[in-house]
């Protein structure tokens, strides 16, 4: 009776031993996967950020806008036919980010208004090959291009006061498009006391470097030879009539 009571509470004492045991591992793997977890995570971030150091971040801000897309025939076509107005001696078309702008050099001694028409021409070809309303109007809350004309007289010289350079935009949620002149500033005065200030700054770094190489030139040493060769002895210089 003795014996089967030490078996039966040795039997036991092994039973809670192995549920102690147990129930320690079971709380050893769930520590370490709540440890492991998170520098997993962490080291899987900063891997990804390595691997992808240098690389550009892409994205497109138009996605599901542009629609209908302007394509590069369309673009070849506009070009030419502006090439081909009265008056326009260069034009180029380019697309800089949903935005069409037309270059058009026009002769040198054209003054404001002649300028602003041939833009306000320009505009009106490019309308007969793509639709303003279509291409250049938000149309259920999708972004369209922009358009940009821009007009000038003179590729050089542009210092000169006859310059006129004029820009004709319409945005995507401007009803009409509206004409400025670039080359003219708004406030005159003020751009004119710019270009006073600029010159008095060039001016004076003209007269600090004068004067830095006048002082070097100063202080080089005479070409060997230069100096005057010494009297003989004993004889005397001649007196002056």
Known sequence: MATKKVKEAAAKKAAGKKRNLHTTGFIFWICLILIAAPIGVLGWILLSSMMDTGSPVLGNRYEGDLDPAITKEQMTQIESAVGALEGVEKS?????????????????DWGIDAVKGKADEVYNTVAGI??????????DGRKMY???IHAYNLAENREDESFVYVIENKTSSMSAPIS??????????????LRDEAAERERIEAERKAAEEAAENAETPAEEGGEAAPAEE????????
């Open 180 to 193: 400025s002149v670039v080359s003219e500033p708004l406030d005159a005065e003020l751009a004119q006391r």
């Open 146 to 148: 922009d358009i940009e």
């Open 92 to 108: 180029s078309v380019q697309m800089v980010t949903a935005t069409m702008r037309v270059y058009i050099d026009v002769p040198d």
């Open 234 to 241: 004993g004889v005397e210089a001649a007196p002056a009539e």
């Open 130 to 139: 793509l639709d303003p309303a279509v291409y250049f109007t938000q149309a």
